[in-house]
């Protein structure tokens, strides 16, 4: 199984040029996450989809947008990089059930802002 | 909101020795406590949760967390470090809304 798949690995923008993080699961979960990892500071929850047509903000949602294009495809969209946007952006799947039920998450997407 | 805090950003262990990783949150009852673990350029990855079915919680690779509702922890441990246990670790809390707060993480190196 390849469970969450984040492409693309690495990147690297400069200032102001806009980017698409893409993000697929095969696990059939009807939740999926973005967050962003800094030193530091853990790992904070951009959006998340509880299900397919649904979006909602969470902890840093600024200069950020998400689109769930189906079950499968949740996509993270930068209009306007700027340097402070420098981070390692991790997706995240979640099967629906009890609250302790796992996230799973991708090998994260590496993105440097010039 | 929920919030955890993890006490001391690295710990460093020799190998064969107790791995100690302190956890603290912040959570209505009851809380929803995950531990997770990441290795160089990875994702992250479940060591274990808590379930509220028993307070000891045994995980993969040989740690274990114990539930303390009293001192509202969650410590994770491991008798014998490894050097494969180098790596860095995220205690996390779950709201009812399924969202995860994560802890700030700490990083474990393992000495020969």
């Known amino acids: 199984n390849a469970g969450v798949t984040q492409t693309p690995k690495f990147q690297v923008l400069k200032t102001g040029q806009s980017m698409t993080l893409q993000c697929a699961q095969d696990?059939?979960?009807?939740?999926m996450y973005w967050y962003r990892q800094d030193p530091g500071m853990g790992l904070r929850l951009i959006y998340y989809s509880a299900s397919e047509g649904t979006t909602d903000k969470g902890e840093v949602p600024n200069g950020y947008n998400v689109s769930r294009l189906n079950k499968r495809e949740f996509s993270l969209r930068l209009e306007s990089a700027a340097p402070s946007q420098t981070s390692v952006y991790f997706c995240?799947?979640?099967?629906?059930?009890?609250?302790?039920?796992?996230?799973?998450f991708g090998d994260g997407t590496r993105l440097s802002i010039l | 909101a929920q919030s955890v805090t993890q006490l001391g950003s690295h710990v460093s262990v020799s190998e064969g020795a107790l791995v100690l990783l302190r956890c603290n949150y912040s959570s209505s009852v009851p809380p929803y406590l995950f531990w997770y673990v990441q290795y160089p350029n990875q994702g992250l990855q479940l060591l274990l949760k808590y379930t509220s079915a028993a307070t000891l919680v045994k995980g993969i690779n040989g740690f274990e967390a114990e539930f303390k509702k009293s001192e509202t922890s969650f410590h994770l441990t491991k008798p014998s470090a490894h050097m494969s246990d180098a790596a860095e670790y995220f205690c996390?809390?779950?709201?009812?809304?399924?969202?995860?707060?994560f802890g700030a993480g700490t990083t474990v190196t393992v000495r020969a």
């Open positions: 996390a809390v779950s709201d009812r809304d399924y969202k995860l707060s």
């Open positions: 696990m059939n979960h009807n939740s």
């Open positions: 995240a799947s979640r099967v629906d059930g009890s609250i302790n039920q796992p996230q799973h």
